[in-house]
């Protein structure tokens, strides 16, 4: 929580940059210093970024979570802007796992998708629960009504994170690869560096991009106000 | 380049596409709110021009 207060006082044009450089070291280390994985090759490289995401889209849903209930307990006036640009910024997250997870189950089962896979369903299911999010949020009169609503389904979903999250330590069948046990990352070395960095790149562009989009927001909103004033 | 970087390579570009999709949207959204500002700006002095109260003079 310190952290993230401290991410938003950087001024954005500088956490932009600190962003896109470390996305370039982390793609430098994905195709130039990670090694070939000894069961799946060359294509284990799609891990980095897609298990990143993966938990940067969590991330985002979590804090759109945080967002909603300091809108429902505190009644922050801007919480429930803060809350609905992170559960947007977890849907986008959302669909770059489907579709890179997709290309990966392509190269490693031979199938782009698989319904037998409790994992990859119910991450779809957390995923199309955030979906409907903005059906909700835009079928109701902007007002308190429409943010009360809003909050409480945002916490509602946050529930579907650890069930997704287990279920690809609970399915019976472990196609989809373990790689974070209780012991631990089943990686070290190399790897392990390479999915640090990648997951810090990702984390801090999906900042970058939250404090993008709000500002777009809050911009948008004082317009809207001035406008009718 | 075999199958396994053909897959690899096009996981990243939808990475680097969806992010560039989303940048672009948002570039848009804000070039839309710098004219509306713009709109603004002009039609405020005109607004208070006629406000203004004509006085006759001498």
Known sequence: MRLVSRLSRVPLPALAVVSLVLMMVALTLVFYVAPNDANQGFSQRIFYFHVSIAFTAYACFAAGAWKALLHLWKRDPRADLESYVAVHQGVIFGTLVLLTGSIWAKISWGHWWLWGEDELVLFLVLFLFYCAYFMLRFSVDPGPQRANFSAVYALFGVVLIPVSFLAIRIAKSFVHPEVFTLHGPNFGGWILVTYCVAQAALLLLAHTLYRVELTGKRLDARLRELRFA | ?58
């Open chain 2, 1 to 58: 380049m075999t199958t396994a970087e053909k897959y690899v390579t096009a996981a990243y570009c939808v990475v680097f596409a969806g992010v560039l999709v989303y940048v672009v949207l948002i570039a848009l959204k804000l070039q839309r709110l710098e004219r509306e500002v713009d709109e603004l700006e002009r039609r405020e002095p005109k607004a208070a021009e006629d406000e203004r109260e004509t006085i006759e003079v001498g």
